[in-house]
């Protein structure tokens, strides 16, 4: 894989809510850099496993009650919150907005939102500064939670942002179109003039650690790689990389979807990143899921 920007600020000690997928490649930067890193898992035994594999503080946190132990965040400088929205709009600020609030040491938040508060676009380019129009419950619950970080340290020295990641993939955890073609997994939903943007994984690390470097209170940044296309391409490269056939496509009216997949393919638009690079200045290692893709395939030995 190519070398990933390593950050460029002194190394403090970033408190992750949700050490998941996205959070987890970042600590580990994080962490290799320097950093104290401590973060949440909803599970005893995941939090157990982590910590031992990762040599990092991992506390147990499902939103419904604080997190157990005393000062969980003395001498946190940034925090990155990763948890969707569900029955507890922000568990972070529902358990913790009064222990975030007493941190001195506190200087930067960072949440990991979604486009889905623009709502249908019809295939138009959406920028950051525009009202959110969300389509979905989904998308209503992300606009809440972004105004409820937004608003949660006004008057404050914290910088707040909000990032709206574009489609997750990457390495590892079935989340790429290689891992998926292997696994008999991969679907082509054919929606004519359907398209949207993807991000690879370390990319969003990337674009989080140059807003720490670059901090804006009440900073909103599209996080999304440079090329909208449609979902059957990136399955259709992916496929000639490793030598199979791509899956036939599957029409979008007939196809069997979950209502979360089905919100997300009823929605049409196409990112706006300029403030990545006029703003942030921040490098895409996979400006395209070509990139991302052909990085994977290196990695497993199959190229
Ligand atoms: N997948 C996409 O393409 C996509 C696109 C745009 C935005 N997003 C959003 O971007 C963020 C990061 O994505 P990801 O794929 O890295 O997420 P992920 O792997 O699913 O990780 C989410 C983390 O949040 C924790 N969590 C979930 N519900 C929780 C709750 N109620 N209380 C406390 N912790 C909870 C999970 O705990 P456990 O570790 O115990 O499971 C996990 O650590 C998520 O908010 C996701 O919805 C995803």
């Not at 950051?128 to 979905?136: A, F, I, L, N, W």
């Not at 496509?249 to 638009?269: G, H, I, Q, T, W």
Request: neutral net charge; hydrophobic residues 40%; aromatic residues 8%.
């Amino acid at each position: 894989m190519p070398a990933l920007p390593v950050p460029t600020i002194a190394p403090g000690h970033v408190f992750f809510f949700g050490l998941g997928y996205t959070a987890l490649r970042l600590a580990r930067r994080m962490r290799d850099a320097g950093w104290q890193v401590s973060g949440t898992v909803r599970s005893e035994e995941k939090a157990a496993a982590l910590a031992a594999q990762e040599g990092v503080t991992v506390h147990v946190f499902d939103g419904t009650a604080p997190i157990a132990g005393s000062e969980p965040f003395a001498g946190v400088t940034h925090v990155v919150d990763t948890v969707p929205p569900r029955a507890i709009l922000v568990p972070a600020l529902a358990q913790h907005r009064e222990d975030l609030k007493a941190c001195r040491t506190l200087r930067w938040i960072g949440y990991l939102s979604t486009p889905a508060v623009y709502g249908d676009r019809q295939g138009g380019v959406v920028r950051e500064d525009e009202v959110p129009t969300p389509g979905s419950k989904r998308g209503e619950l992300r606009a809440a939670a972004e105004q409820a970080w937004l608003g949660a340290f006004t008057g404050s020295a914290v910088s707040v942002q909000v990032f709206r990641v574009a489609g997750i993939y990457g390495p590892g955890a079935g989340r790429n179109a290689i891992a998926q073609l292997k696994a008999g997994r991969a679907r082509i939903i054919d929606k004519p003039g359907q398209v949207f943007n993807r991000i690879q994984v370390d990319d969003i690390g990337s674009v989080l650690l140059a807003s720490m470097a670059r901090p804006r209170d009440g900073g909103i940044y599209n996080v999304a790689d440079t090329e909208a296309c449609s979902p059957a391409d990136p399955i259709v490269f992916a496929a000639g990389l490793i030598g199979v056939d791509p899956p036939v496509a599957v029409p979008f009216d007939s196809a069997d979807l979950s209502d979360m997949a089905r919100s997300f393919y009823s929605e049409c638009k196409r990112l706006d990143t300029s403030r990545l690079t006029d703003e942030l200045g921040a490098q895409l290692t996979y400006p395209t899921y070509r990139e991302g893709l052909r990085a994977i395939v290196e990695v497993d030995g199959m190229s």
